[in-house]
């Protein structure tokens, strides 16, 4: 049912959007790719950043896993298979993109597994217990720092402290903490509340995340940005002090 259902999808992206869009497709065949965003998105099947963002094929590298996370650069590398790290890795230094967007989202299954810890049905799977443990230090500064909230309220915390630690770790890898520095590379906290359609950005100067309006979006790290300023601890902060949802 579900595979006719994808079938019939592709057989209709082949009679309808291939045939309207050749022209692209035929450039994108002959003269390869060369998108200028790399979007690290969440596996969830409800958060395609192709659709939400309505860009079309060639447009964004996107990198997809569980909740959206980038691990800490391994120095030097070892002989482990990071598959995250190689695809920012070829998507900066190879397509050299010039911006990289974490998108982390609403009610996020990942986050969710790293704050409710050994009760998680995933407790006891093989990978992915180790996978979330990027975000192991937020989860629990989040606990403590909102203790009494509901689990709802800091599981969005956590949520949001993710992927500020995930653009944190990004600027571990030399070659985008190089490129940064040299601002040919800008990056980006979002996270994409689906509940109400809505996209949030990380907002440096006050350290939450606040509501995208239109085009105009306040990128998380460029050229001259302190990285004192990218520490997920002030976004926990800022929503401890702030009056419970
Ligand atoms: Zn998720």
Not at 63 to 90: F, K, L, W
Request: aromatic share 8%; with cysteine; glycine share 8%.
């Amino acid at each position: 049912m579900a595979l006719d259902r994808l079938l019939k999808g592709f057989a209709d992206f082949r009679l309808g959007y291939y045939r309207e869009h050749l022209d692209l497709f035929e450039k994108l065949a002959t003269e390869g790719q060369s998108p200028k965003i790399l979007i690290i998105g969440c596996a969830d099947a409800r958060v395609d950043p192709g659709i939400l963002t309505q860009t079309q094929p060639g447009d964004i590298f996107t990198v997809r896993n569980i909740a959206a996370m980038v691990p800490p650069a391994q120095i030097p590398p070892d002989q482990a298979q990071h598959g995250t790290s190689a695809a920012i890795e070829y998507a900066v230094r190879g397509l050299e993109v010039e911006h990289v967007v974490i998108l982390g989202h609403a009610l996020c299954g990942g986050i969710a597994a790293l704050v409710d810890g050994s009760a998680s049905a995933a407790a006891g799977y093989d990978y992915l217990t180790t996978w979330i443990s990027v975000a192991r230090n937020v989860r629990d500064v989040a606990v403590n720092d909102l203790a009494g909230r509901s689990r709802e309220e800091i599981v969005r915390a956590v949520e949001q402290a993710s992927v500020v630690n995930s653009v944190a770790n990004l600027m571990g890898f030399p070659w985008i903490a190089e490129r940064v520095r040299a601002g040919k590379l800008v990056l980006h906290a979002w996270w994409f509340n689906l509940t109400e359609g809505q996209l949030y950005a990380f907002n440096p100067d006050t350290a939450v995340f606040d509501a995208v309006k239109g085009i105009e979006v306040t990128p998380t790290v460029r050229q001259g940005t302190k990285l004192s300023t990218i520490k997920p601890e002030r976004l926990l902060l800022a929503l401890a002090n702030k009056p419970a949802f």
